[in-house]
Nanobody, 130 residues
Framework: VQLQAFGGGLVQAGDSLRLSCVGS?????????????LGWYRQAPGKARELVAF????????YYRDSVKDRFTISRDNAKNTVYLQMNNLKPEDTAIYYC???????????????????WGSGTQVTVSS
């Protein structure tokens, strides 16, 4: 599975951005993008990578870390092999490289707070100025 994230940029506090991540590859073609759990992670300079948002393969379980609740929305369009992260009311502390990830297991978000997903995409830089 290949994942490519894009949509980052330099914005001011209070602005919005929408990140997109497109999946491709033979396993996506064979099994369908809809069979994968998807997540957005971020890593700020000098900090550990953290799970920001997660959506289970069937959309039945969605997770947001506390600091982004009510500001970020994860969604998926399986027909387009794409997962989105809509980020509103951005804050300087949201500055990080954002990565998308996928996993074919059926775990809930709690699992992925401890263990990495199997497939990782390229990162996209989000910088929020104050």
């Amino acid at each position: 599975v290949q994942l490519q994230a894009f949509g980052g940029g330099l914005v001011q506090a209070g602005d919005s951005l929408r990140l997109s991540c497109v999946g491709s590859g033979r396993f996506v073609t064979r099994y369908g993008f809809g069979t994968y759990a998807l997540g957005w992670y971020r890593q700020a300079p000098g900090k550990a990578r953290e799970l920001v948002a997660f959506i289970k393969w069937n959309g039945a379980s969605i997770y947001y870390r506390d600091s982004v609740k009510d500001r970020f929305t994860i969604s998926r369009d399986n027909a387009k092999n794409t997962v989105y992260l809509q980020m509103n009311n951005l804050k300087p502390e949201d500055t990080a490289i954002y990565y998308c990830a996928a996993d074919q297991n059926s775990y809930d978000a709690d699992y992925y707070l401890m263990y990495d997903m199997n497939y990782w995409g390229s990162g996209t830089q989000v910088t929020v100025s104050s």
